[in-house]
């Protein structure tokens, strides 16, 4: 069975870092781009960052640029996004999903992504 699973969420104030991971079971990251995604109550589901299949391309929201880094060791089948100056702005769940490229991902086309994991909560305090 595909899946993908994130961790390293938690609770962190205004201004401190987080390292979120995402691992793959059932398959390999090689060969797919990694979405990372959130989505805070009461609003859409929002990408925040996107790395290709060989980590050559990245790409980031306007939010996050210049404080999220997304990284991939495809020898560990595992994607990572470093939160740094996090802002209580920040919080929601965190996902991520597998695609074809990262051209999915900047057009927003959400449902070419699969399989996603089940989210990791991230919660900024003031």
């Known amino acids: 069975q595909s899946q993908l699973v994130e961790s390293g969420g938690g609770l962190v104030q205004l201004g401190g870092s987080l390292r979120l991971s995402c691992a793959a079971s059932g398959f390999t990251l090689d060969y797919y781009a990694i979405g990372w995604f959130r989505q805070a109550p009461g609003k859409e589901r929002e990408g925040v960052s996107c790395?290709?299949?060989?980590?050559?391309?990245?790409n980031y929201a306007d939010s996050v640029k210049g404080r999220f880094t997304i990284s991939r060791d495809n020898a560990k089948n595992t994607v990572y996004l470093q939160m740094n100056s996090l802002k209580p702005e920040d919080t929601a769940v965190y996902y991520c999903?597998?695609?074809?490229?990262?051209?999915?991902?900047?057009?927003?086309?959400?449902?070419?992504?699969?399989?996603w994991g089940q989210g990791t909560q991230v919660t900024v305090s003031s």
């Open positions: 999903a597998a695609g074809p490229s990262c051209v999915s991902w900047m057009f927003k086309r959400n449902g070419d992504f699969a399989p």
């Open positions: 790395i290709s299949s060989g980590g050559s391309s990245t």
